[in-house]
C-alpha cells in the first residue's frame, strides 16, 4: 500500500513537471493586423477598475483595436469612473438586468459580444486584472499559433489566499493532460479561466457564444466545453509574465467567492467526495503519519511539494515558503468546498447583490 501511494505521488509529481515544460506563454513584442474587441463587463467594481482600464489603454502592437465597457447596473460610481479615466477612448455601454434563465456575467459578456461588432477576436478581461502593453497582442498571436478557437491565458494571481489561490494553476497541471487537452474533441477534458479569455470571433459564434451558457456559474469552463462540441480547439497558457490578478483582498472575500462556485465544480456532493477524499490521502495525510511512518510520510510530502513548486515556477507563484504549506492547502481546499455545498443547501448563495443558485 505504501509503494502503491508513493507511486502515485512521484506519477503526478512528474506529470505536473512535464506539463510545467510543455505550458505556452504569449511572447512579448508581438504585433497583429486583425480587428480585436477588447470586452469590460463592470459590476460595481469603482475600487479596482482604474489598473485595469488604464492598462488596456496602454495595449500596443494592435492596428485595429476597440475597447467595450458595460456597467451592469453598478450602484457604485463605476460608469462615471470610467468616464473619467478613458473619456471617448473606450465605448460605454449601460447593461440591463440578466433575462429569466440567465446569470449575471454570461448575460452581461453576451451583450459585449454583440456589441463588438464585426472583429476577428474577442478577448473578456476581468475588472481584477491589469495587462502589460504586450499582453493582448501576444495573446492573439499565440491563440492563431496554437489553431486553437479559445485561448485561457492564467495570469499571475495577487493578494489575499496565497494558501488557497495557487493551487488553481497546480490543479490543471497536475491532473491534466495540457497537450492531451488540446487534441481531444472531448468536451470533459476542458479547463478555463474566465478572467482573460481570448476566443476566436467565428469560433465563439459556432459554440453558440455565452447564450450557450447562460444558467452556468462556471461559465468560463462551459465555454470552453461549448467550443469543443462545436468542433473547436482550446489551450491553455501562462500569462503571468503579461497579467496580474488580484482576485481577493481579504480572506473573507476569498471564501465567499469560493463559496458560489465550487459546489458547481463537481456536479452533486459526491462527486466532490470522489476528488476531495483523495486529494486528502495522498497530499494532506502525510504529515499526520510522520509519528508512525516517519520517512515514507516525509517522501510524500517532498513529493507533494515538488509538485507545488513546479506549478509555481511555471505560473510565476510564490514557491517558497508556500509550497511548503501545501498540506494545509489541501485542508483548506476541502473546508471551502463543504462550506460551498453548505451554503447552497440553505440557498445562502449571492454575489454582487444577485442569487447564483
Not at 22 to 44: G, I, K, M
Not at 92 to 101: E, R, S, V
Not at 175 to 200: C, I, N, T
Not at 313 to 333: K, Q, Y
Amino acid at each position: 500500500m505504501t509503494v502503491a501511494w508513493l507511486a502515485i505521488l512521484a506519477l503526478l509529481a512528474a506529470h505536473t513537471v512535464g506539463n510545467a515544460l510543455l505550458l505556452r506563454r504569449p511572447r512579448r513584442d508581438a504585433a497583429t493586423t486583425e480587428r480585436v474587441a477588447v470586452l469590460l463587463p463592470l459590476r460595481d467594481e469603482a475600487a479596482r477598475v482604474a489598473p485595469c482600464l488604464r492598462s488596456l489603454l496602454a495595449q500596443r502592437g494592435l492596428a485595429d483595436l476597440t475597447v467595450h465597457v458595460l456597467d451592469d447596473g453598478s450602484t457604485d460610481g463605476t460608469a462615471d469612473l470610467v468616464r473619467e479615466i478613458a473619456g471617448d477612448r473606450v465605448r460605454l455601454h449601460t447593461g440591463a438586468p440578466p433575462p429569466a434563465g440567465w446569470l449575471g456575467k454570461p448575460h452581461a459578456c453576451h451583450r459585449l459580444g454583440e456589441l463588438a461588432g464585426d472583429v476577428d477576436v474577442l478577448v473578456f478581461v476581468d475588472a481584477d486584472v491589469v495587462l502589460e502593453p504586450d499582453a493582448v497582442a501576444g495573446a492573439v498571436d499565440l491563440l492563431r499559433g496554437s489553431g486553437a478557437g479559445l485561448l485561457s491565458p492564467y495570469p499571475r494571481i495577487v493578494g489575499a489566499g496565497r494558501l488557497v489561490q495557487p493551487l488553481l494553476q497546480w490543479s490543471w497541471l497536475t491532473f491534466l493532460p495540457l497537450r492531451g487537452m488540446e487534441s481531444s474533441p472531448r468536451p470533459s477534458l476542458a479547463a478555463a479561466g474566465g478572467q482573460w479569455l481570448v476566443l476566436d470571433r467565428a469560433a465563439y459564434l459556432r459554440a453558440g457564444g455565452h447564450a450557450a451558457v447562460r444558467g452556468e456559474i462556471l461559465e468560463d469552463i462551459a465555454l470552453a466545453r461549448a467550443v469543443k462540441r462545436s468542433g473547436g480547439r482550446i489551450a491553455l497558457a501562462d500569462g503571468s509574465r503579461l497579467a496580474t490578478c488580484r482576485m481577493y483582498d481579504s480572506w473573507r472575500e476569498l471564501a465567499d467567492g469560493y463559496a458560489k462556485s465550487l459546489w458547481a465544480s463537481f456536479g452533486s456532493a459526491a462527486g466532490a467526495a470522489c476528488v476531495v477524499v483523495p486529494l486528502l490521502l495522498l497530499y494532506a495525510l502525510p504529515p499526520l503519519l510522520a509519528p508512525f511512518a516517519s520517512l515514507p510520510a516525509l517522501i510524500a510530502y517532498l513529493l507533494g511539494v515538488t509538485g507545488r513548486v513546479a506549478a509555481a515556477r511555471a505560473t510565476g507563484g510564490r514557491a517558497f515558503p508556500d509550497a511548503l504549506a501545501h498540506p494545509l492547502s489541501i485542508a483548506l481546499f476541502a473546508w471551502l468546498i463543504a462550506r460551498s455545498f453548505q451554503l447552497r443547501r440553505r440557498n445562502r448563495l449571492s454575489w454582487r447583490g444577485r442569487p447564483v443558485a
